[in-house]
């Protein structure tokens, strides 16, 4: 029999549900080994770093840039970083300190005057936080690992013995206004965490008159936002008395001028002892306030700040001096409008399974008898199928397979094109060696 005829005959078999009890199934045996081929399998599908530019060196460690936007990021993941070497923010009070910088006007947003920028974590139920900022208090957080490079920065601190957060910067690939900060938090502790808290805060500077911009806030409305307010000094320890705006009301804008901030406190529904808890954040800057709308859209940012100056349109809003004062600023967001981005988690409702995404010749093999599907290459190449979830645009997948108790099986083998189980999906991505983000 010729090599074609048997590999006719072998398609037809499949589609037709006979003789797949003779194909061996690429599934692990048990849950370790599942998961040790999984993560060798994300590994040789990552791009070799020999095929990528080497960066260029960093003189002032933790300043990253797209080109458009600069972030100075430390340690500890707030926005301060010292640079003496760098270049002098334009307006009055230059500073060569990053903290959140548009590259094209050089307007710096963040390390004038008081730098105020930074972060908590908190189990209010527990009575446990921490938190840190540069010069705006700073507390029982301690630095597990940092690296930065020109582009990239990525902060891991402990929260006593209840939390790790991790910061993780990089360029969004969506837009270059906006740097994506992907964050996670996993539960260290012993119990339950029922009230995750999460605050973020800024204090805006905005030239031509740092000292007196306008601060919008939008998105208010969200279930997970409980509190926010423009204070630029606050602190963002969760659980210390913050000010807070009236409301219930879905957004306030071009509040100013005056010298103000956006703090925003976020509830993240409750964590289990050694699960984590992820959401995507942003920090950027763009030329006018159309221009960061729109940033903030692409990437589905519905809750966020602008930080925009009092400015009238007239003089030369980058000299070292004052610029007249305004509102035209505010309405049109010139020179700069600076902006904070919040997306929270993302459950997983719904996944499929599929075959995986790059190798475009593998080809989706359904068994009718209810043994699992798998993907052939060529006809002869057996390949275990994959669990596809969509995650902010982002494809999310992990092999199908029983991923061990507690967890469960990712796929579902039916009669038919199988199916996933989107809570156990939902289960992985709330593990620690694992990521949906």
């Known amino acids: 029999m010729s090599s074609l005829r048997?590999?006719?005959?072998?398609?037809?078999?499949?589609?037709?549900?006979?003789g797949l009890a003779?194909?061996?199934?690429?599934q692990p045996s048990d849950s370790a080994t599942l998961q040790r081929k999984e993560a060798a399998r994300r590994v040789s599908e990552t791009p070799l770093a020999v095929a990528r530019p080497p960066p260029t060196t960093n003189l002032c460690p933790g300043v990253i840039g797209n080109g458009t936007v600069q972030l100075g990021v430390a340690p500890q993941g707030h926005l301060y970083v010292p640079c003496?070497?760098?270049?002098?923010?334009?307006?009055?009070?230059?500073?060569?300190?990053?903290?959140l910088r548009y590259v094209p006007t050089q307007m710096e947003a963040a390390t004038l005057g008081i730098p105020c920028e930074g972060?908590?974590?908190?189990?209010?139920?527990?009575?446990?936080?921490?938190?840190?900022?540069?010069?705006?208090?700073?507390?029982?957080v301690t630095v597990e690992s940092y690296s930065a490079s020109t582009t990239t920065a990525l902060s891991v601190v402990r929260v006593g013995n209840t939390f790790r957060v991790t910061h993780r910067y990089t360029p969004s690939s969506a837009t270059p206004l906006l740097y994506q900060v992907d964050v996670t938090i996993e539960n260290l502790g012993a119990v339950t965490v029922n009230d995750l808290r999460y605050t973020r805060g800024i204090d805006y500077d905005v030239a031509p008159n740092p000292f007196s911009e306008y601060v919008t806030l939008a998105g208010l409305l969200a279930p997970s936002v409980v509190g926010v307010n423009t204070s630029p000094f606050a602190s963002v320890d969760p659980?210390?008395?913050?000010?807070?705006?009236?409301?219930?009301?879905?957004?306030?804008?071009d509040l100013g001028p005056s010298d103000q901030g956006a703090h925003f406190d976020f509830?993240?529904?409750a964590l289990a002892p050694g699960r984590t808890r992820s959401f995507r954040t942003y920090y950027g800057a763009a030329a006018s306030e159309p221009a960061a709308l729109n940033a903030l859209s692409t990437v589905g940012a519905s809750t966020y700040s602008l930080g925009q100056a009092s400015w009238d349109g007239t003089g030369n809003p980058l000299a070292t001096t004052p610029a007249p004062a305004g509102t035209f600023g505010a309405l049109s967001g010139q020179p700069t409008t600076f902006m904070y981005?919040?997306?929270p988690p993302t459950p997983v409702t719904s996944c499929t399974v599929e075959c995986r995404i790059n190798n475009p010749n593998e080809v989706y093999t359904v068994d009718m008898l209810g043994n699992q599907d798998i993907c052939f290459t060529n006809g002869t190449s057996q390949i275990v199928t994959v669990a596809v979830?969509?995650?902010?645009?982002?494809?999310?997948?992990?092999?199908?397979?029983?991923y061990g108790p507690g967890i469960g099986n990712l796929c579902d083998f039916v009669p038919g094109q199988d199916t996933c189980n989107a809570a156990v999906f939902e289960n992985i991505c709330s593990l620690p060696y694992y990521s949906c983000q």
């Open 6 to 18: 048997r590999q006719s005959l072998l398609c037809a078999a499949l589609i037709s549900g006979a």
């Open 22 to 26: 003779a194909i061996p199934e690429r």
């Open 84 to 99: 003496a070497t760098g270049t002098t923010s334009s307006g009055p009070y230059g500073s060569t300190d990053v903290g």
């Open 119 to 140: 972060w908590g974590v908190a189990s209010a139920d527990l009575g446990i936080s921490g938190f840190t900022s540069a010069s705006c208090g700073q507390g029982n």
């Open 239 to 253: 659980l210390a008395p913050h000010p807070v705006l009236p409301g219930p009301v879905s957004a306030y804008v």
């Open 267 to 269: 509830r993240l529904g």
């Open 341 to 343: 981005g919040f997306s």
């Open 389 to 402: 979830f969509y995650n902010q645009g982002q494809r999310i997948e992990y092999n199908c397979g029983d």
